[in-house]
């Protein structure tokens, strides 16, 4: 490996990023989170036909689901080591094609999995490998999507930018619970348990073809191009430390109020499965209306202050969402406000999100530094969420435990918000002697 690399400059990006830039940037992510709503709004139903063998119990095979459901997020760093490595080496373009496919490929395979009663034990090992398949793959989106967003980003306006990285999840999270919600209105209970579950998996067979055409017409990022052929750098520990504390209560939130939540509503308050999704609908677009507002505000105001404020407002409101959602003598328009505006709240997390982690990471490091930032604190705080609740509320029978998991993770937000990072030039290059024993060994 040399000190430099050059990069063909056949391909370049023009003036500014155009509409088709910005949908091949974000359409991963929508692919994405289209099928983790899924996996979560069905996981009671996912539960039935893979995870719950003859005679056993409902809560124990949620559990299982959701473990299943975890482990996928704790590959999501390797992802993101992997693909961030290639991305920054090689360009933004290839790999996010790479990626793509990976993504939509392994979501389809589910739909078509033999369950529990037709192969026995190997389903739910077979479901578990596509699920960190995905996990890898997702892994590498998430850096490479924010990298082109706020690489192709005016400036002054990266906020705005990044942002459509957190808007195309709230979509992918809205058409992921319209999809089950439709699904399971026209087939209902029985045949969406029996068959039905299969179509909004098989549904990312289109999608992924659409990202592919959008991701093969996409052109290199000017600041990769810029800045390619300069010393390679080390990815600094402090910042990916700080990086990831600072965005922990955004995936704990996230996940708490807009994937977790229906499943939750059914086991511990008893709601219907249908009255769950749509919930669930009302808090995700809470949070996709709050996004672009955020992402433009933190270009006038920063980006610290702004995801300083939604934390805290988890802090402050997560145990009165909830107390008034098992509340029976609040009305019901009540708690579809208190529903959008916990969504709203997260929202104004995610919108300045993405681009404060980009601008924490030069662009020599950037896919791998915020991609793998950004994985660290899914993977405990997101891909945990379902696990730890479910099985906190089944011990201890206490409603309130996503309340006080959703306001703890943001505490550690808001005082990660608090403290400085460090300068892109502080960044330390590798030494030249460093550099120059990898190329004798080549």
């Known amino acids: ?8 400059r056949q391909r370049t990006a023009g003036r500014g990023p155009g509409v088709r830039a910005v949908a091949a940037g974000s359409v991963g992510n929508f692919v994405e989170w289209y099928e983790f709503a899924v996996y979560g709004f ?4 996912l539960a039935e036909r893979f995870f719950t063998p003859a005679g056993g119990g409902a809560v124990e095979g949620l559990v299982r689901t959701y473990a299943s459901f975890a482990l996928a997020f704790f590959f999501r760093p390797l992802g993101a080591v992997l693909f961030g490595r290639l991305g920054d080496r090689y360009g933004r373009r290839p790999v996010l094609i790479g990626v793509v496919a990976l993504m939509s490929g392994a979501t389809a395979l589910i739909g078509a999995l033999p369950t529990y009663g037709a192969v026995g034990a190997l389903a739910p090992w077979l479901l578990t490998l596509l699920r960190i ?6 892994g590498g989106e998430f850096g490479g999507a924010v990298a082109v967003l706020t690489e192709f980003a005016p400036p002054g306006r990266r906020g705005l930018y990044g942002a459509w990285q957190s808007f195309t999840v709230a979509l992918g999270l809205l058409g992921g619970a319209g999809v089950t919600a439709v699904t399971a209105a026209v087939l209902g209970t029985e045949r969406l348990s029996a068959w039905g579950w299969r179509l909004p998996f098989l549904l990312a067979v289109p999608l992924g073809l659409l990202a592919l055409w959008l991701r093969t017409g996409l052109t290199e990022t000017p600041e990769f191009l810029e800045r390619a052929n300069t010393p390679e750098m080390r990815l600094g520990w402090g ?3 700080l990086a990831a504390a600072r965005v922990t209560g955004w995936a704990a939130a996230g996940y708490t109020f807009l994937v977790v939540l229906p499943s939750y509503l059914q086991t511990a308050l008893h709601t219907g499965f249908a009255q769950a999704l749509l919930a669930a609908a009302v808090a995700n677009a809470g949070f996709a209306a709050a996004i672009l507002p955020a992402g433009v505000l933190s270009d006038r105001v920063g980006r610290r202050p702004v995801l300083l404020a939604g934390a805290v407002l988890v802090v402050a409101t997560a145990l009165p969402v909830l107390d008034l959602l098992r509340d029976p003598g609040a009305s019901t328009l009540a708690k579809a406000l208190a529903l959008a505006g916990a969504g709203a709240v997260v929202g104004l997390m995610a919108g300045p999100g993405p681009a404060l982690l980009a601008e924490m990471f030069p662009a020599r490091v950037r896919w791998t530094g915020l991609g793998l930032a950004y994985a660290l604190s899914n993977a405990v705080f997101s891909g945990c969420a379902g696990l730890i609740i479910t099985e906190a509320v089944r011990r201890t029978g206490n409603p309130d435990v996503p309340g006080y998991y959703a306001a703890a993770a943001c505490a550690v937000s808001a005082a990660a918000l608090l403290k400085r990072a460090p300068r892109e030039g502080s960044w330390r290059r590798r030494p030249p002697e460093e550099a120059a024993r990898e190329a004798s060994r080549r």
């Not at 398949?133 to 997702?138: E, F, N, P, R, T």
Request: no cysteine; aromatic share 0%.
């Open 1 to 8: 490996m040399s000190e430099t690399r050059r990069v063909p």
């Open 42 to 45: 069905l996981a009671t139903v």
């Open 133 to 138: 398949v995905q996990g890898l793959a997702a």
């Open 239 to 241: 910042a990916l430390v």
